[in-house]
């Protein structure tokens, strides 16, 4: 498992601002204790905000978290993996644009009020700690590529989980 204190090599002098931004989800990341939370939480809000500003029909919602999904993640490898070169870090716990992609992930197909944005959230941030297989197995891919899609599997475990639950109850 990477482990965000294992230096892989030392951390350079200087940042590449783009990746920084988008890799700590502008600042998200460098809240403590619990970045990961943090970078959910903010996927959570700018959602929940968009569908109560926007009133996009459910359709258009979905569609809309889906194409947000997919941009996290398209921008989101290569920021990953300069943050984790400039920090010296395999998978530094700063990078958090793995935690909007993969909670904006758990979110699509979800009703826009706050008790199914709260279990999406609380599914998320479940699969995302406990990694079960084949999450884990994600994170061993290469730089950005592991740091990104454990958490889109994690998304992915989260949505499905929510739906069935939406359907039993």
Not at 37 to 44: D, K, L
Not at 64 to 89: D, H, K, M, Y
Not at 133 to 154: F, K
Request: aromatic share 8%; no cysteine; charged share 15%.
């Amino acid at each position: 498992m990477p482990n965000s204190t294992i230096q892989i090599h030392p951390p350079a002098k200087k940042k590449t601002l783009w990746a920084w931004l988008i890799g700590t989800f502008f600042g998200a990341g460098l809240l403590k204790p619990g970045p990961g939370t943090y970078g959910s939480i903010a996927a959570v809000l700018l959602w929940y905000a968009a569908a109560h500003v926007l009133h996009p029909s459910t359709i258009a919602l979905a569609i809309g978290t889906a194409v947000a999904a997919i941009i996290a993640t398209l921008i989101g490898i290569p920021a990953a993996t300069i943050v984790a070169r400039e920090s010296g870090r395999e998978d530094p716990g700063h990078v958090v644009i793995d935690e909007v992609a993969g909670q904006l992930i758990a979110l699509i197909a979800i009703p826009a009020d706050w008790r199914h944005a709260a279990l999406s959230l609380l599914l998320f941030r479940l699969f995302d700690i406990l990694k079960p297989p084949p999450i884990r197995q994600l994170e061993r891919l290469p730089a950005g590529t592991g740091i990104m899609l454990d958490d889109v599997a994690a998304g992915l475990f989260a949505l499905a989980i929510a739906q069935l639950l939406r359907l039993w109850f």
